[in-house]
């Protein structure tokens, strides 16, 4: 059905799920080989996109990135220093 209401829920969907894919993959692979700086940076990262999904979280769930993001953070800030 183009045009319903059904395709922007889709495809933010699946912009959801392949970020999440995608960075779960980098992650994994860093961990496994303890390859600290990249790691950091790929966190670094992902704060920016849960700023960025903070941002446009207009209900009580804006939150959650937040917190997810401040961890992330101060993850990256750990491997940084090593």
Same mark, same amino acid.
């Given at each position: 059905?183009p045009g319903s *209401?059904?395709?922007?829920?889709? *495809? @933010? $969907? @699946? &912009?959801? =799920? *392949?970020?999440? !894919? $995608?960075?779960? #993959?980098?992650?994994? =692979?860093?961990?496994?080989?303890? !390859?600290?700086?990249? @790691?950091?940076? =790929?966190? #670094?990262?992902?704060?920016? &996109? /849960?700023?960025y999904d903070a941002?446009?979280?207009?209900? *009580?769930?804006? !939150?959650?990135?937040? #917190? #997810?993001?401040?961890?992330? $953070? &101060?993850a990256a800030r /750990?491997?940084?220093?090593?």
């Amino acid at each position: 059905m183009p045009g319903s *209401s059904a395709e922007p829920a889709r *495809s @933010l $969907a @699946l &912009l959801f =799920v *392949s970020r999440n !894919i $995608a960075f779960g #993959i980098a992650l994994l =692979v860093l961990v496994v080989r303890r !390859i600290n700086t990249p @790691l950091a940076w =790929v966190l #670094i990262v992902d704060v920016a &996109l /849960q700023v960025y999904d903070a941002a446009y979280a207009h209900d *009580s769930t804006a !939150i959650v990135p937040v #917190i #997810i993001g401040v961890l992330e $953070a &101060l993850a990256a800030r /750990q491997l940084l220093k090593r």
